[in-house]
């Protein structure tokens, strides 16, 4: 699944060449590609340190380490968005799945997708690659 660069919902464009030149190989892939990164192999799987996490495509605050939890799954999982207005929710039927998948609303960046099972309140579980976002010290 590749991205529409000049989809209109997205304010911040980029050519694909500037995407490639500004991300890593693997923050490409995962980016603007929704490639998933190994389980248990990103930066952030296992990182507790206070501050936020950030979009590696435009740099906007998608979540708070204060929302961060220990799914067990391999990847950062968050209770909640920093804001509902910073991710955007979108149905993904592929690999047999039915999933939600989340992109940053301001450059259409995957992220990874929500689950319903996560901790209270909200109930949902944020299972997002490392290597779409970029942390932040408080």
Not at 23 to 32: D, F
Not at 61 to 82: I, N, Q, R
Not at 97 to 118: A, I, N, T, Y
Request: aromatic share 10%.
């Amino acid at each position: 699944m590749s991205h529409d660069h000049d989809d209109p919902r997205y304010p911040v464009k980029k050519t694909d060449e500037e995407w490639r030149k500004e991300l890593s190989p693997m923050q490409y892939e995962v980016a603007r590609h929704a490639a998933t990164e190994r389980p248990f192999s990103g930066a952030y799987w296992d990182h507790w340190d206070d501050g936020q996490y950030k979009c590696v495509g435009c740099g906007e605050v998608l979540f708070e380490s204060t929302t961060k939890f220990d799914a067990g799954c391999g990847w950062p999982s968050y209770s909640e968005a920093a804001s509902a207005e910073v991710v955007e929710r979108i149905r993904d039927a592929s690999h047999g799945m039915e999933r939600v998948e989340v992109r940053c609303k301001k450059c259409g960046s995957h992220l990874g997708h929500v689950f319903p099972d996560g901790p209270e309140p909200t109930g949902e579980r944020f299972c997002i690659n490392s290597a779409a976002i970029d942390f932040k010290p408080k």
